[in-house]
């Protein structure tokens, strides 16, 4: 069974720093593209960054030069994501997700992260973690 358990949410102030930890089990996790998403309240399902086997990062835009997103070399079954530079906007549930086809490439999704109608899409991960509040406080 594939499992995704995240941790290190929070609350911080603006500017301060959080770091993301997702924990996989249930698959080779050297032959999976891994990804962070993230949805607030009314918003839609934002791709935060992925990390594919292999290949470059990915970061949407916002957040560019103050994320950051890897993996553990040594348990090789953890990946994280550093945020620094955290601003108000930034507040959402964050998301580990995972796939093992290699096909981590939808942007964005106008429903539920994680749900249903979502992992139908091709380019969405087959699999999601819980989530993880982030809370970013002026």
């Known amino acids: 069974e594939v499992q995704l358990v995240e941790s290190g949410g929070g609350s911080v102030q603006v500017g301060g720093s959080l770091r993301l930890s997702c924990t996989a089990s249930g698959f080779t996790f050297s032959d999976a593209d891994m990804a962070w998403y993230r949805q607030a309240p009314g918003n839609e399902c934002e791709l935060v960054s992925s990390l594919k086997n292999g290949g470059s990062p990915y970061y949407t835009d916002s957040v560019k030069g103050r994320f950051t997103i890897s993996q553990d070399d040594a348990k090789k079954n953890t990946v994280y994501l550093q945020m620094d530079s955290l601003k108000p906007e930034d507040t959402a549930v964050y998301y580990c997700?995972?796939?093992?086809?290699?096909?981590?490439?939808?942007?964005?999704?106008?429903?539920?992260?994680?749900?249903?109608?979502?992992?139908?899409?091709?380019?969405?991960?087959?699999?999601w973690g819980q989530g993880t509040q982030v809370t970013v406080s002026s």
């Open positions: 997700a995972a796939d093992r086809a290699g096909t981590i490439e939808l942007l964005t999704f106008g429903g539920a992260c994680g749900s249903q109608s979502m992992v139908r899409w091709p380019q969405a991960p087959d699999y």
